[in-house]
C-alpha cells in the first residue's frame, strides 16, 4: 500500500471560516470573491479557479457528468494551473492553507469536482474539518516536486531535501536539474546526470548533507567523484 504524507491543506465552508483561521492563523483561498469576508487580511481570492460559464450551464441543465468534465478541463488550463501549483507548494512544504468556495457555489458540485481533480490528478487529498486529515500520496511527491522545480516555485534545495528517499526522480526533470547546476554542459546523457542527483539524494539521507562533488562537463564521459 502506498504511503501518504501529512500536509495542512484543508477545504473549508464560509461557517467554518472563522474557527478555522483563529485555530491555525493560515491564509483561506477563497474561489469566489465572498462579501462577508471582504478585506479580512486571511482572505486570498483565487477566481481563475472558479468554474466557466458552461460547466455552471451543464449543471443547471441537469447534465453533472459533462459539468464536471468542463470544469476538470479547465483547470489544466494555464491560469488557474498557477494557483493549483501554489498550492499544491504549499501541501508539500506543509504551510497550513485553508480552501473555501463561496455559499453560492456551495450549492452546487464544483467544490467535490474541485477536490477530486487535486487527487486523482496530483494525490492531493484536502482535509475536512473534524472529519478527516490532508495528506499528499507519497508516490505523487516526484512527479509534484518536478513540475513545481519546473515552474520555479522551489529551490534545488527544497527539492532535493523534500524529495523522498525511496523513490527516482522524476526523469523528465533531470535536463533541468543538471542544467541549472552547471548552465554551460551540453545535458546529452541522462543517465549520469540522473546517477549524480540520485546520489545527491541518497548523500541527504544518509548523513543530512549534499554532495561536494561537482558535476563535470558530459565531454569527458564522466560525472566526477
Known amino acids: 500500500m502506498a ?56 449543471e443547471l441543465d441537469g447534465d453533472l457528468v459533462e459539468s464536471a468534465n468542463i470544469y476538470t478541463e479547465y483547470l489544466t488550463t494555464e491560469e488557474p494551473d498557477r494557483y493549483i501549483s501554489v498550492i499544491l507548494a504549499l501541501a508539500l512544504l506543509d504551510y497550513p492553507l485553508g480552501i473555501m468556495f463561496g455559499d453560492d457555489e456551495m450549492q452546487f458540485s464544483f467544490p467535490a469536482v474541485f477536490v477530486d481533480f487535486l487527487y486523482n490528478t496530483y494525490g492531493l487529498s484536502l482535509g ?61 546523457d541522462a543517465e549520469h546526470y540522473a546517477k549524480y542527483f540520485e546520489d545527491v539524494k541518497a548523500s541527504l539521507k544518509n548523513d543530512g548533507k549534499f554532495l561536494i562533488d561537482p558535476l563535470v562537463s558530459i565531454d569527458s564521459g564522466v560525472i566526477a567523484r
Not at 471560516?17 to 493560515?26: E, K, Y
Not at 509534484?144 to 515552474?151: C, F, T, V
Open 3 to 58: 504511503n501518504n504524507e501529512p500536509c495542512s491543506v484543508w477545504i473549508i465552508t464560509p461557517d467554518e471560516f472563522d474557527s478555522f483561521v483563529l485555530s491555525t492563523g493560515a491564509k483561506v483561498v477563497s474561489i469566489a470573491e465572498n462579501n462577508r469576508f471582504r478585506g479580512h487580511p486571511a482572505i486570498l481570492t483565487a477566481g481563475p479557479l472558479l468554474p466557466p460559464i458552461d460547466a455552471i450551464e451543464k
Open 128 to 188: 475536512c474539518m473534524n472529519k478527516y486529515p490532508p495528506f499528499v500520496s507519497e508516490q505523487m511527491v516526484p512527479i509534484l516536486l518536478a513540475k513545481l522545480y519546473s515552474m520555479g516555485l522551489i529551490t534545488y534545495e527544497v527539492f532535493m531535501r523534500r524529495h523522498p528517499s525511496d523513490l527516482p526522480i522524476f526523469p523528465g526533470i533531470i535536463s533541468k536539474l543538471a542544467y541549472d547546476q552547471r548552465p554551460l554542459v551540453d545535458v546529452r
